[in-house]
């Protein structure tokens, strides 16, 4: 795949993704910027990015993309692959799922997309967040009482 001149139109972050027999896409759990998790480290049964193109010649360079932690340390990395999306062409969906997630420090994650040889560049952010469990706690009791 030569890949020219790619450009990512948009990113979904969710649990997961599948591919129906008829082309149509579900996607399950999907992230609305944050992740909220109860206690980290936390392990992710799953998490799942897909990442829609456009290219100019319908096809994505060999590359890598990369979850990167607050810090800028690797969390995974995976190659290049994508489907075509249909119309308009050329669209291409790329579908990333890791199974299992760990995800050690809060903080804003990057998802970042390099083609061979070529810098690295952020494709969408996420930030992982502490739920306060103890005010979420202390706000039913407060609404319980005054029923």
């Known amino acids: 795949m030569s890949g020219k001149n790619p450009r ?17 896409l579900i996607l ?9 998790c109860r206690e980290l480290p936390t392990i992710l049964p799953t998490l799942s990015f897909l ?22 340390t690797e969390v995974v990395a995976v190659g290049t692959e994508a489907i075509p999306a249909g119309d308009p062409k050329p669209m291409l969906l790329s579908i990333n799922r890791f199974v299992p997630m760990r995800l050690k420090v809060p903080g804003r994650y990057r998802w970042v997309f390099a083609a061979d040889g ?28 005054q029923l």
């Open 8 to 24: 990512a139109i948009d990113v979904i972050v969710c649990d997961d993704v599948r591919v129906e027999k008829t082309g149509k």
């Open 118 to 145: 070529a810098r690295f560049r952020t494709l969408t952010t996420l930030d992982v967040v502490l739920a306060d469990v103890r005010a979420k706690k202390t706000e039913r009791l407060n609404a319980s009482a």
């Open 51 to 72: 990442t829609k193109w456009k290219s100019d010649d319908g096809s994505l360079p060999k590359g890598v993309f990369r979850l990167l932690d607050p810090s800028g």
């Open 28 to 36: 399950v759990g999907v992230y609305l910027g944050n992740i909220v």
